[in-house]
């Protein structure tokens, strides 16, 4: 048995092509199929079964996609409610695929109907566990309401059981979450690889002997998820087309001036420090290529009826559009380019001040108030005293929250400071980005609150 894995580190997601060298089954694959097919091809192999372990929350499925372009077999719980045809697959059910054998184990928890596949082969086995048992924790078990929440987190400590009981220890362990993905919960890790074997002996669904302290625990250390997730699963359910990844011609500088004016949603992808010192007003900054806080943050913050289009490089452009394809996001428009002032001629060219803690200290007034966006678990833990936190998912509908005068606004790296200073100055507020890693307050003299 080969598995090959398909990471998608900007979702903290990993997809799954398994094959024996002939036949392959593909798992929880992620809406750029191409990405799959050229794997498909390197290994020579023909595609003949595509799986969901759920019906994911945090991405748009390529599963049905794939699975009609190669006219393969569409495995989907039968329990699950679906707008497409699938072949339906249940508990205890085998399916063979090439001289692969394919056990769907119930594994509720994450979702009512979450399936995991014990995968034999030759004496080998493979745990393909989706958001059920992940790497030192289990997938979070609030995305389908408050009112299934205690339900669903006993059921992941039931299941964690269950595949202790149809796997072997020896078996590796594949999940589709925890490697950054909101939909893990808990002390989830990004290891590369691990056993059944190992978690038993590490993960906290095995070692807290407690059902009951489990759930409890589990249920209050659950966090804010992205406000995307509302329209994964409703997608997923569906069934999602292909996305168009082409990038668009450029907008006329004309048509772009308009946007800004009108207050669309237009998103500058350049560096936060070249944003700072020279952008269009009324863009919003999202820096491309910061690990998983571009397609996180913007998705979290972008109201889906809405009209998008991206600034910047053409190469930066298209890799956003496949990773905000991923989430749902279909079909931005774009204007190509890295100069301001050329892409919209007569619109208002803009800056504010960027600084680190050592200009915090030294020049912030202290009647000028410092606005922490950091999550609240982020700010409860610590925080600058006298800080005041709205974190940035809640930073738009809050607004009228944020105070008149000068703004000093800070996170935990850089990166949501400087979305949310272009947010401020787009809603007329005064801010100054602090552009600098939370950790290193400490040394640079900051007071604390005690």
Known sequence: MDVTVIDTPQLGDRSYLVHDGQVALVIDTQRDIDRVETLLAQARVKLTHVA??????????????????????YLVNAADDVS???????????????????????????????????VEHDGQQAVFSGGSVLYGSVGRTDLL????????????????????????????????????????S??????????????????????EGD???????????????????????????????????????????????????????????????????????????????????????????????????????RGDVENAIRDLSRI???GPDAALGENPAELAPGAVVSSYPRVGWAEVLSDRPVQEMILDVRRVEEYEDSHID????????????????????RLWVHCGSGYRSGVAASLLERAGKDPVHIDAMFDEITDAGLPMAR
Not at 86 to 93: L, W
Not at 150 to 177: C, F, I, M, N
């Open 145 to 184: 309401g408050a009112e299934h929440t205690v339900g669903l987190t006993h059921d992941q400590w039931a299941s964690a059981r269950r595949l202790a009981q149809e796997a072997k220890e020896q078996a590796a362990l594949y999940p589709t979450h925890g490697f950054g993905s909101f939909c893990s």
């Open 328 to 330: 749902g996001i279909d």
């Open 386 to 405: 006298g800080a005041v936190n709205i974190p940035l998912h809640e930073l738009i509908t809050r607004m009228d929250e944020v105070p008149a005068g």
């Open 84 to 118: 497409f045809e699938r072949t339906p697959i249940a508990d205890g059910q085998t399916v063979q695929v090439g001289e692969l054998s394919v056990k769907a184990v119930a594994t509720p928890g994450h979702t009512h109907h979450h399936l995991s596949f014990v």
């Open 211 to 313: 059902e009951e302290r489990f759930v409890a625990e589990l249920i209050a250390n659950l966090t804010a998820y992205p406000n995307y997730y509302v329209h994964m699963g409703p997608a997923n359910a569906a069934g999602p087309t292909e996305p168009n990844l082409e990038v668009p011609d450029s907008l006329d500088p004309a048509e772009l001036k308009a946007r800004l004016g009108a207050g669309e949603w237009v998103v500058d992808l350049r560096h936060r420090v070249a944003y700072s010192a020279e952008h269009l007003k009324g863009t919003i900054s999202f820096e491309y290529g910061d690990g998983g806080s571009f397609t996180t943050f913007l998705g979290w913050l972008f109201p889906y009826d809405r009209k998008l289009t991206l600034v910047g490089s």
């Open 52 to 73: 969901e372990t759920h019906i994911h929350n945090d991405y748009i499925t390529g599963g049905l996609v794939l699975a009609q372009k190669h006219e393969a077999a």
């Open 186 to 207: 808990g002390p989830a890790t990004g290891a590369e690889e691990s056993t059944l074997g190992e978690q038993l002996a590490t993960n906290h669904v095995y070692t």
